[in-house]
């Protein structure tokens, strides 16, 4: 006669919670308090932007100021150019940030990188204005450039494209932002486990393999929120674009504060504010569902 055998399932662990360091604790307990700093100086103006920015004149509709700065204004061309002026300066921080975080985390030692990161932080908290006039003896006239080319031979005459261009908007944007590129991307650069590189090293992997499969994959979300940082502000930029770059040159940060400042129009400028709040949040919420992706979280 068979005798049945009970089969034991194991129940499914329960995951214990881990409890909270003290620097964790004092996070969760300082919360409530930056919850009251942010109503009244953040929630508060931006709801109140809102609000002006759909209060037109008599007889015009709610969406009337957003219609009138997409068909009347400039606003799609300057959109356009400060997507342009922004991809072109972060894909050039990139190139620049990620091979120098890659040089603090794996090839210096631990001691030096602290001292590194505080000559970026000291370089990116120079106000815009001194950064910008210390451009201007750099590409100006009668700057060290000219000087420099007018020395050795190179031009007969001191070059004026440089200075008031795309490329000197660029360059300043560059210069000044690249500080908060490669912060993120050490960062994630940091949570790489030495032991991962060395088994590939182990398995015969060169460098560019170890790069390709390991440390860009997993500094991927270092890269996204570089991008978060770093690209949303570009996008509002107005002091480089008109001390650097001239009329030709101007971004929406630019059409916001003129319909602000000189035509005094604060309804119109509330709106371009709100369109650039929507794209924000767009772009965010797309670096975002993309860092999910490549984590597989």
Known sequence: MAVDQAVVVPLPERRRRVP??????????????????????????LF???????????????????????????????LSQSFTIASIAFV???????????IITFRMKASWHMPMLLLLIISG???????IFAWYTLLGYNGILNEALLKIGVISQPMTAILF??????????????????????????????????AA???????????????????????????????????????????????NTLMVGNLVSDQLLEVGNWTAAAAGATLLLVIAVILIIAAQRVSRRVSGT
């Open 165 to 198: 261009s795309r490329l000197a908007v660029i360059l300043v944007l560059a210069a000044g932002w690249l500080p908060y590129i490669v912060i993120p991307i050490y960062a994630a650069m940091r949570t790489i486990s030495r032991s991962q590189l060395e």
């Open 125 to 131: 908290s120079v106000s815009d204005i001194i950064r």
């Open 48 to 78: 109140a932007l809102l609000v002006r920015s759909v209060r037109p004149g008599a007889g015009q509709h709610w969406w009337s100021p957003y219609s009138q700065m997409v068909t009347q204004g400039d606003l799609l061309p300057i």
């Open 201 to 247: 090293r182990d398995l015969y992997s060169g460098r560019l393999a170890v790069l390709r499969h390991i440390i860009g994959p997993l500094s991927a979300p270092g890269v996204l929120g570089a991008f978060i940082v770093v690209f949303v502000p570009l996008l509002s930029e107005f002091a480089t674009p008109q001390l650097v770059g001239g009329p």
């Open 92 to 102: 050039s921080m990139l190139v620049i940030g990620y091979p120098l975080a890659y």
């Open 20 to 45: 909270f360091n003290p620097i964790q604790r004092v996070a969760v307990a300082m919360t409530p308090l930056g919850l009251l700093f942010l109503i009244p100086f953040f929630y508060v103006p």
